[in-house]
């Protein structure tokens, strides 16, 4: 008995150590990967209850929670902060909707159409995605800035100009993307829809659309998410404060770190991420599928 129990204990510990060594491990940086996302996000969460919050100094919760930070941003030395939260939604959703729509006509067009010059254009797609879009704001500067003399809704200062801007820069790789998707979709399909006497915007939109569904809504996700978070090439082109971006305007708060509103920083940044959570609960569902669905069907 005594030599089925010590067997039976050395079994036991071979497969606790297989068990750490294939797949323990994993749990173990698993658990070190959300401690060190949610201790920043549980941070500025109390920093945004604490009145007069200093950055830098140890916070406490002790005396109770409070929301005058979060009644701060309805004052008048806080009222653009609405303002700017309209500009965001505004330009991230433009810029949202613009860019899947774009996109889903290109990759379309590429996917199923043969003409001369698409496999060129397809690479030089590709190679002008290898300069990061922020390398070519001084040239976007300029740019907008010649345009304003002439068609000033599209120049310097405008949420016009600030959503072409990025609507240019989001083409390449989002047209990839959905190139790969659109090459999963059955061509049998198209064929039968011309059989029956639809035309290529009628297949496009009845047919293939609702079928690349979940990789659009990641499309349009990411899309907003970027331009929503985005500080530089905002920054560049937003001139006025009240044209300012939320990311242009709340930096302008935290210009003076040493006189920063960081308790009304943080309730700020609180509030502008509920969008951005709502929008992603409400795409989850096509999230997964969206991102697989393309490399495992092509």
């Known amino acids: 008995m005594a030599a089925q129990s010590k067997e039976k204990a050395q079994l036991t510990t071979l497969h606790g150590l297989r068990w750490l060594k294939e797949v323990g491990w994993k749990h173990a ?4 990967v959300i401690i060190y996302c949610v201790i920043p996000l549980l941070y500025v969460l109390s920093v945004s209850f604490v009145p007069n919050a200093v950055i830098n100094a140890p916070l406490s919760l002790s005396n109770g929670i409070s929301f005058d930070n979060f009644k701060a941003l309805g004052s008048d030395r806080y009222s653009m902060y609405w303002q700017w939260i309209f500009n965001s939604l505004v330009v991230s959703t433009v810029t949202a909707i613009g860019t899947v729509l ?4 290109a990759a379309y067009a590429f996917s199923r159409f043969r ?9 030089f797609l590709l190679l002008v995605q290898m300069f990061p879009q922020m390398l070519a704001f001084v040239a976007l500067f300029l740019l907008l800035l010649g345009i304003k003399d002439i068609f000033p809704v599209l120049g310097l200062n405008s949420k016009l100009g600030l959503i072409c801007v990025y609507l240019g820069g989001a083409l390449g790789s989002n047209t990839f993307l959905l190139f ?13 829809a011309e ?4 035309s290529h915007a009628q297949t496009f939109w009845t047919i293939i659309m609702p079928l690349v569904l979940p990789v659009l809504a990641v499309v349009g996700l990411l899309s907003f998410i970027s331009s929503f978070g ?8 937003m001139q006025t404060p009240d044209q300012y971006t939320l990311a242009v305007g709340m930096y302008n708060w935290a210009a003076d ?10 309730a700020g940044s609180i509030i502008a991420a509920i969008p951005v959570i ?18 495992v069907k092509g």
Do not use: C, H
Request: proline letters at 3%; aromatic letters at 12%.
């Open 195 to 198: 059989i029956d006497g639809a």
């Open 29 to 32: 940086v698993g658990i070190a």
């Open 278 to 295: 709502l929008l992603f609960q409400y795409l989850q569902k096509y999230i997964v599928s969206g991102l697989t669905s393309g490399a």
């Open 230 to 237: 985005d500080f530089v090439i905002a920054k560049v082109v």
């Open 257 to 266: 770190d040493r006189n920063a509103p960081w308790g009304v920083f943080a």
């Open 102 to 105: 774009m996109g889903a006509a």
């Open 180 to 192: 790969g998707f659109f090459n999963s979709v059955p061509r049998e399909l198209d064929e039968a």
């Open 115 to 123: 003409f001369r010059g698409r496999r060129g254009t397809l690479t």
